[in-house]
């Protein structure tokens, strides 16, 4: 791994899961982090409040004006940004009939609209200073639908696609964007409140054997996460990084057969999609 001293990084829910992972291997490798949580003392219990390289902030995500303010104290103690990682969220379990629009709601405010208010305010700075780059995290559930997990199909699913766009649209001020694809890693995410379940409960739906088995698999999954902040870290050194990061066996294996069938289904209605076309 090469030396990256000197970068600043801004990291989303970095109190656990994969930005507690990242924001250690990074301060550990002496570079500076600016790491967000709901309460900054989550991170500072965690790692330090003292660590002369940590800046902790506490960041409501959700409201722009918090999130515009904490790049600015950013900005203001680091003196720049480098690298900026979307990470914060939740999985809202539940068939789309028993998931309220309010829940809905507050799964597409922290999964997807806080990303674009960090994308939005970290922009004018990258912009000026003519580099940067985005990590934003999706999942291998971004990859095709599955029943009773249909909100957090959507919400990685918007990940993946706006990101794409920002891609393209960042591409002529040097600043890249990479999207992480994760499968089942073996983090916290399954233990510690980053899933819940929809309340509206209707017996017809298998929601609670989806949870059963959730739950089950809690600190059996196959990916190791300080692996995957290794990864990251070597991305980050590239001057022409991916823009899809598909991280793990199982997320690989599920957006190579995602896309297959696409393609196969394509096929398939071909004669139909030209039909529709003036002769």
């Given at each position: 791994m090469s030396d990256l001293k000197g970068k600043v990084w801004f990291i989303t829910g970095a109190s656990r899961g994969f930005?507690?992972?990242l924001t250690r291997l990074l301060l550990a490798t002496g570079q500076r982090v600016a790491a967000t949580s709901r309460n900054k003392k989550n991170i500072e219990d965690q790692i330090g409040a003292d660590h002369p390289w940590l800046l902790p902030l506490t960041v409501d995500l959700t409201d722009e004006n918090a999130v515009r303010n904490a790049i600015a104290k950013t900005l203001q103690h680091f003196g720049t940004i480098d690298v900026v990682v979307n990470n914060a969220g939740y999985m809202l379990l539940g068939s789309l009939e028993e998931v309220s629009a309010s829940e809905f709601s507050r799964s597409m405010n922290l999964n997807v609209f806080a990303f674009l208010n960090v994308v939005r305010n970290i922009m004018p700075h990258f912009r000026r200073q003519q580099h940067g780059h985005i990590f934003n995290y999706a999942s291998s559930a971004g990859y095709g639908g599955d029943a009773c997990a249909?909100?957090?199909?959507?919400?990685?699913?918007?990940i993946i696609g706006f990101s794409e766009a920002l891609a393209k649209e960042v591409k002529p001020f040097n600043v890249k964007v990479t999207i992480v694809s994760p499968g089942l890693f073996r983090t916290s995410f399954l233990a510690d409140g980053s899933f819940i379940v929809a309340e509206g409960k209707i017996d017809a739906y298998p929601t609670k054997q989806l949870v059963d088995a959730?739950?089950?698999?809690?600190?059996?999954q196959p990916g190791n996460p300080e692996k995957l902040a290794a990864v990251?870290?070597?991305?980050?050194?590239?001057?022409?990084?991916?823009?899809?990061?598909?991280?793990?066996?199982?997320?690989?294996s599920r957006?190579?057969?995602?896309?297959?069938?696409?393609?196969s289904e394509l096929?398939?209605?071909?004669?139909r999609s030209f039909s529709t076309d003036f002769e």
């Open positions: 930005g507690l992972t249909g909100s957090y199909n959507a919400v990685k699913a918007a959730m739950n089950q698999f809690n600190g059996k990251i870290l070597d991305i980050a050194e590239m001057q022409q990084p991916p823009l899809h990061l598909v991280m793990g066996r199982d997320s690989f957006a190579i057969t995602y896309y297959q069938t696409q393609l096929e398939k209605g071909k004669h």
